[in-house]
DNA sequence: AAGTTGGTCAACCGCAGGTGC
DNA sequence: CGCACCTGCGGTTGACCAACT
């Protein structure tokens, strides 16, 4: 026997969300909050839908600090960074794009980036014989297990970057942009950093960009 | 004007992992 | 430890609209 169902597929509504139906989910989430419980927040709204739709219409659509459309070209060559990467783990590309959730990034990625990356790259690869990780999209990889990204030196040593990182080429770009605690953070969620503690960051330490020596293979990404 | 095609995006589905009992 | 429940995630679908034929 199989799991139960999450909720009464007979008894819920579906579809395209109604302003009514928007206007009771934003008003019980601002004044109580989720409580931890979706599966229960419907019947407490006072809404015929499922749980897990309530809570994709709210992280998706109805939540205060969410942007919609409108992407930056550094909010562009962020995703393909990290795209490059990780692949497509939309949820942690969207964390570090404030305002944008996973599956805004996830649209944004199939219906436009994706074909924006690819012409670059085109036009790149017809000008250079040169490659860089921005004109070197993976062809197709839809799952994580297929990541696998060649190291490349280029990637932490080509590019003449903000002060301090100057030797990190396109991380010490993000460097300028994002500051030290950011991108700690991010190179270690991302993998990158064989060991947070030993960089002795946050305990008052010296923090050191990370070099080829400290950072992981990307073959050896988590 | 009508039909077709392609792009966009909200929403759904099913699975994996975390957590509490 | 095993189970059930819940959340979060990534892939996919389908409705809608605009451009094109």
Request: hydrophobic content about 25%; charged content about 25%.
């Amino acid at each position: 026997m199989g799991r139960a169902p999450c909720c009464d597929k007979a008894n819920v509504k579906r579809g395209p969300w109604s302003p009514d139906e928007d206007m009771l989910l934003r008003n019980y989430v601002e004044k109580h909050g989720t409580g931890g419980n979706w599966i229960a927040l419907p019947s407490k709204a006072g809404l015929k839908r499922c749980g897990k739709s309530c809570r994709l219409r709210w992280l998706n659509y109805l939540r205060p600090d969410i942007k919609h459309g409108g992407y930056t070209e550094e909010e562009d060559n962020l995703i393909c960074t990290i795209y490059k990467n990780i692949g497509s783990r939309w949820s942690v590309i969207a964390s570090h794009l404030p305002g944008r959730t996973d599956n805004d990034v996830k649209n944004y990625w199939n219906t436009k980036l994706k074909k924006k990356m690819m012409a670059r790259d085109q036009s790149a690869s017809s000008t250079t014989t040169t490659t860089t990780p921005e004109s070197s999209l993976p062809s197709d990889h839809t799952t994580q297990t297929s990541l696998k990204v060649e190291p490349s030196e280029e990637y932490y040593s080509t590019g003449t970057s903000s002060a301090g990182h100057e030797n990190n080429g396109m991380i010490g770009n993000y460097w300028s942009e994002y500051g030290d605690g950011e991108m700690e953070a991010m190179l270690f969620e991302l993998g990158f950093l064989r060991s947070y503690e030993t960089q002795e960051v946050g305990d008052g330490g010296p923090w050191l960009p990370p070099t080829l020596s400290n950072l992981w293979e990307f073959s050896d990404l988590p």
